[in-house]
């Protein structure tokens, strides 16, 4: 097509335009022309078909993308060669479901769930994943599809698993008793809200992250008997510990169990919550006595010099910064965060006023710390309520990818 030919098509497109003018880009076979219209709205159906049928790679996966393709160009698509089509389809079929009314035709709806399931049985995983996160919160989902998506590989099944409401607890206490991987445990302690019944099938499984995880999510409701069987599990198991020790629904039995092995940062958070009666109150308050005799620590907070020191020597670790937090020393936590993070003292302070979990766990990460550290810092430095607080993922893990840390430092003019 010539160049003056090609100018009068692209203003042809930007108008709007007659049916007569669509069937004249489509006889001129001009690949650009064709895809430019496969993007419009406002072609008709007729057009949009004909380009799913027989258009170039682009203008099919123009039309998957396109909200106005009809339901039998979908569901021709979810049949694709090309995987971008498939992939484009998927990001878009979970967005039409809700807009589909009863009064839609039975020949529409029925075109589309077809579509549907098609892309959900897709031999591409990353289609299915793609799926599974458009219509993870979707009530208006074949439940067999969320079924089977629910028992896919990880990456497709954590979202189904985190937030379906299709998903009943018959359902879930079946996926997590059956189910060979353990992040079906994780994904569901995560869940909110989660009943009782759930809570306790995750909780009898002893899964460390999983139990932490359920522990940490403030919309789980756990029956004390649960709670007080993982208190008498997690003598041994310290990433149980504050989860455990921040649940509001902890028996008075629990709360003495676990100020028996808790740091004494621990017993006194315990023993700072109203409504404990006086004897509980001064059973916590001796045993934090004896923890700090135990532990040995020093009330007083080093100086800052102490802390340079200890960094100059190589020994300014993990340890040494865990204990600083817990014991509520924030002098010198801004400090060791300074200097193992080569951050100015300054941004570190704005960090921890932020009220935001993830620039002070971005933070932790560049000071080359571990992520139990930053929970720490979330909980006692920074006081954030249950909601707020950025738990680590599979127990031990930085939540946040690297870019996404990097992201958050740079707000903060925290660079390289």
């Known amino acids: ?39 419009r709205t406002d072609a008709s159906p007729e057009v949009l078909f004909l380009l799913a049928n027989e258009g170039s790679e682009a203008a099919r996966r ?38 589909l009314t009863a009064d839609e035709s039975k020949r529409l709806r029925d075109l589309t769930i077809e ?10 995983v990353r289609v299915r994943q793609i ?39 018959a359902d879930l206490i079946e996926i997590v008793t059956t189910a060979q991987a353990r992040f079906a445990l994780l994904c569901v302690a995560k869940r909110r809200p989660l009943s009782p019944s759930v809570s306790e099938v995750v909780a009898a499984a002893l899964d460390v992250p999983a139990v932490a995880a359920l522990l940490a999510n403030s ?27 921040l649940r509001n629904d902890l028996s008075k039995r629990a709360m003495r169990r676990l100020a028996g092995f808790v740091s004494s940062a621990l017993i006194a958070k315990l023993a700072s919550r109203g409504g404990l009666d006086e004897k509980t109150r001064r059973h916590l308050k001796q045993r934090m006595q004896e923890r700090l005799d135990k532990e040995g620590i020093d009330p007083e907070a080093p100086k800052g010099t102490d802390v340079a020191a200890l960094f100059k020597a190589g020994k300014l670790n993990d340890s040494f910064v865990e204990s600083a937090v817990e014991m509520g020393r924030r002098e010198t936590l801004i400090t060791a965060l300074s200097l193992l993070a080569k951050v100015p003292e300054d941004s570190v302070r704005r960090i921890l006023q932020s009220g935001s979990a993830k620039p002070v766990t971005a933070l932790v990460w560049r000071a080359k710390l571990t992520m139990r550290v930053a929970f720490k810092i979330q909980s006692f430095v920074m006081h954030l309520a249950a909601g707020e607080l950025l738990p680590a993922r599979e127990g031990v893990h930085f939540p946040l990818t690297e870019d996404e840390m990097r992201w958050h430092l740079n707000y903060f003019g925290v660079r390289g």
């Open 219 to 245: 919309g789980a409701h756990i029956r004390r008997q649960a709670l007080d069987k993982i208190a008498d599990q997690a003598v041994k198991v310290t990433e149980w510990h504050m989860p455990l020790v």
């Open 1 to 39: 097509m010539a160049a003056e030919d090609r100018k009068d098509w692209r203003d042809l497109l930007s108008a709007q335009l007659s049916r007569e003018a669509m069937l004249k880009i489509l006889e001129v076979h001009d690949k650009a022309a064709r895809e430019a219209l496969a993007k």
């Open 115 to 124: 579509t549907l399931e098609r892309l959900a049985r897709d031999q591409l």
């Open 62 to 99: 123009a039309v998957a993308a396109n909200p106005s393709a009809p339901a039998h160009a979908n569901r021709l698509l979810a049949d694709d060669a090309d995987d971008e089509v498939r992939v484009e389809l998927a990001r878009k079929i979970g967005r039409l479901l809700p807009d």
């Open 131 to 169: 799926l599974a996160e458009e219509i993870k919160h979707l009530d208006c989902v074949p439940r067999a599809v969320i079924k089977r998506l629910a028992r896919d590989v990880e990456s497709v099944a954590a979202p189904i698993l985190e937030y379906s409401p299709l998903l009943s607890d």
